[in-house]
């Protein structure tokens, strides 16, 4: 079965400064990578998503991923953080498992220092 | 285009009350998925429906957790009798047909907490 493993659970960066989540996964095929952003009391929203092709990928709010098979990581990157990007960040991986299922980390909570 | 919507945003009932959780898909999207968070823990996923048929239940807690989707359209999730342990936010995702999990949109999520 597939997994994913966020290992940081809270980051705390200054506006301005670069950021990376970390994401590992497990799953014994070629995996469909997404990360997911939820702002205090919204609901889930798609940054970005890796399916094939080009093992960077660009997302939303100016974030950007890279898969990197060897490592098994699909890490989220952004060069400048701001204020707004304070949220919790979801790493998943969608496989087939009965049917179509994305396969959550648990979160990594990021707070942004002013 | 509406995305998709949860009602209610927000519910708080005692131990042992039900609660009738309610998500309108993407028009056209015959896929429809519950996943949740319970406190603490991670996003999993509880059920997908392909039109009005349950596609695959294997997430689903336990029997006090009913699913349905009459007509292929809303759906709903009863939880009777909810339980402490049930608290957290519950989410609806859809898709178009044949779009697996590509193109899956989520909803707010609906916040239940049991006293």
């Known amino acids: 079965a597939q997994s994913v493993t966020q290992p940081d659970i809270h980051i705390t960066v200054s506006e301005g400064a670069s950021l990376e989540l970390r994401c590992n996964y497990s799953?014994?095929?070629?995996?469909?990578l997404f990360w997911y952003v939820q702002s205090p009391g919204q609901g889930l929203q798609l940054l970005l998503k890796?399916?094939?092709?080009?093992?960077l990928v660009q997302g939303i709010k100016g974030f950007e991923a890279e898969f990197k098979r060897s490592q098994s990581s699909f890490n989220l990157r952004k060069p400048s953080v701001h204020w707004s990007d304070a949220a919790e960040y979801f790493c998943?991986?969608?496989?087939?498992?009965?049917?179509?299922?994305?396969?959550f980390g648990k979160g990594t909570k990021l707070s942004v220092i002013p | 285009e509406a995305g998709v919507t949860q009602f209610p945003s927000h519910s708080v009932i005692e131990k042992g009350q039900t609660v009738t959780l309610r998500c309108d898909p993407i028009?056209?999207?015959?896929?429809l998925y519950w996943y949740r968070r319970v406190m603490g823990k991670e996003i999993k996923f509880l059920l997908h429906?392909?039109?009005?048929?349950?596609?695959?239940e294997s997430g689903m807690p336990n029997n006090r957790f009913l699913a349905e989707r009459t007509g292929g359209t809303y759906s709903t999730l009863k939880v009777q009798p909810a339980e402490l342990e049930d608290s957290g936010v519950y989410f609806c995702?859809?898709?178009?047909?044949?779009?697996?999990?590509?193109?899956?949109?989520f909803g707010e999520g609906s916040w239940l907490t049991v006293v």
């Open positions: 995702a859809s898709s178009q047909p044949g779009a697996g999990v590509n193109t899956i949109y």
């Open positions: 799953y014994g095929a070629t995996p469909y």
């Open positions: 890796y399916f094939s092709g080009d093992t």
């Open positions: 998943a991986v969608g496989a087939w498992a009965g049917s179509y299922q994305l396969t």
């Open positions: 028009s056209g999207h015959d896929n």
């Open positions: 429906f392909v039109k009005e048929s349950k596609q695959d």
